[in-house]
């Protein structure tokens, strides 16, 4: 049953891109309508929710106070981790974080760090005592398809709408964290043979490779990944990637548009 | 329950902190039907607090040894996500969410027609997403809720309430101030229709004259509640037939 149904999917996903149709009606290149929300969490210090087509995850931005490492006394620490805990669906276990769960948390982590959005020494207080963390976390609640361009997006807009708690730390008056950059990922999967953007979770269990770009604000690259199994070519890289540079200025300017 | 006689949480004017009056509860809003990957969901917001609960099942229970010849088993999990508490939780369970899970689990068996699937499990996945005081209580009323949406037969839904003492004044839903400096805290889980109660905790010092005005404080902040998720589960379903969806 579990094999046949992906099986029966497939088959009906090929039929339908021989004429450049996808499952749900949508374009190629067409996404689903996404809702974002920022600031809408009490304990956290930045959090944003996103509800892309019916992917629902919400993010959420702590800070911490602690000693830097040794090699690197003046600079503070970023790191966004991704849960896929079992309220997210179905087919989600209890049990420790599984491979999909880390590899989602890291590629999102490395397209925000990557882009150098966050200066680490503008995070240090005391050089060689006292920096701040940052420590981004998702939790995807509804599982429909995409969840890594739903959480990329509630990532960076939870961090550009951060307060940094700088009263409870004794470290003077709370001020916003300075992001300067809105880093956005976009990712294609293989269905029927060819890339679409934004796949649907049907189009996820009857597809094959997904690719996730994340591109900065000058549509330079930050983050690239690969996952499942498949191959593709240069010249299908180069189609995708002039799509993502379309989409991801819209997505950054969503970002942008919510810090007034 | 900290128990410090020095901070002060009753204004002079006899209000508490943040206004409210003793027997008056914080803002309940209620949605049905949030999550679409879930069988059956419930967003809930109870002053700061905000849960979340997605129902998974009726399915078939894994692994075997937790089957029941005579009735489906129900799997609650409570957790609560890295940043809704001030300083950040690290991920995972601890021994505090076993054992509110544990005691929500069995609540909620009270209520839902068990025996009407027997060998099944029934998932309840709560995530509290910010934690103000009370949080138990929110995941209660939210999983009340999602199991309704979910269409699961039910004797009654079931409505988490707390009251408690501070200042030696017995007072309805504490706050989180309240909650970590007052006297005592006592969370229930009642059955708005028949006032039964499905859930109990309490920690704290309480007389019996004191019980009795928590219960009876209780038993009326359900009565409230319940019509808020009511009217959520009337909402949701009218969408559901005359609406866009």
């Keep these: 049953m579990v094999e046949l149904v992906p099986k029966l999917l497939r088959q009906e996903l090929n039929k339908l891109a021989e004429e450049d149709k996808r499952i749900d009606g949508r374009k190629r290149w067409e996404s689903r309508e996404i809702t974002l929300e920022t600031n809408c969490l009490y304990n956290a210090e930045g959090s944003a929710k996103v509800v892309w087509g019916e992917t629902v995850i919400y993010a959420g931005v702590k800070f911490e106070v602690r000693t830097p490492w040794p090699d690197r006394p003046t600079q503070g620490s970023l790191m966004c981790g991704a849960e896929l805990r079992p309220v997210a669906g179905r087919k989600y276990e209890p049990g420790p974080p599984s491979p999909e769960s880390i590899e989602l948390g890291r590629v999102v982590d490395r397209g925000i760090r990557e882009s150098g959005c966050i200066d680490m020494d503008s995070l240090c207080i005391i050089p060689g005592e006292k920096v701040l963390g940052i420590m981004i976390d998702i939790h995807v609640l509804s599982d429909k398809g995409n969840i890594f361009d739903a959480c990329a997006l509630g990532a960076i807009a939870a961090l550009r709408t951060a307060i940094v708690p700088a009263e409870r730390f004794d470290i003077g008056e709370d001020y916003p964290l300075s992001v300067s950059m809105t880093p956005t990922m976009c990712s294609f999967t293989r269905v029927g043979g060819r890339y679409v953007l934004d796949a649907n979770e049907k189009e996820e269990l009857g597809g094959d490779e997904r690719i996730h770009i994340t591109l900065g604000d000058e549509g330079h690259l930050h983050s690239l990944q690969k996952g499942l199994k498949g191959t593709f070519t240069p010249a299908e890289f180069d189609e995708i990637l002039q799509v993502a540079q379309g989409r991801c200025k819209e997505l950054a300017n969503l970002v942008n548009a919510q810090e007034e | ?245």
């Design chain 2, 1 to 245: 329950m900290g128990g410090y006689g020095d901070v002060k949480l009753l204004r002079d004017d006899g209000l508490r902190l943040d206004g409210r009056k003793i027997d008056e509860m914080r803002e309940v809003e209620i949605e049905a039907g949030v999550l679409p990957a879930a069988d059956g969901s419930a967003w809930v917001k109870h002053g700061l607090n905000v849960a979340v609960c997605a129902i998974y099942g009726p399915m078939e229970a894994h692994p075997r040894k937790i089957q029941r010849q005579d009735r489906a088993v129900i799997d609650v999990r409570y957790n609560m996500a890295p940043f809704s508490t001030s300083d950040r939780i690290r991920p995972g369970f601890n021994r505090r969410s076993r054992e509110i899970s544990k005691v929500t689990a069995e609540a909620l068996e009270s209520v839902v027609l068990v025996e009407r699937y027997p060998r099944s499990k029934i998932r309840v996945e709560i995530e509290i997403l910010a934690a103000e005081a009370g949080t138990r209580c929110v995941g209660i009323t939210a999983a009340a809720v999602a199991l309704a949406d979910a269409g699961i037969p039910m004797r009654d839904l079931i409505v988490g309430v707390a009251s408690g003492k501070v200042e030696d004044t017995v007072v309805l839903d504490l706050d989180k101030a309240e909650d970590n400096y007052g006297q005592a805290d006592l969370p229930m889980g009642i059955l708005p229709t028949t006032g039964e109660i499905a859930f109990l905790q309490m920690d704290g010092d309480l007389s019996v004259d004191e019980y009795n005005t928590c219960l009876q404080y209780n038993m009326k902040a359900a009565k409230e509640i319940h019509t808020i998720m009511v009217d959520a589960l009337r909402r949701r379903y009218e969408s559901k037939n005359g609406g866009e969806k």
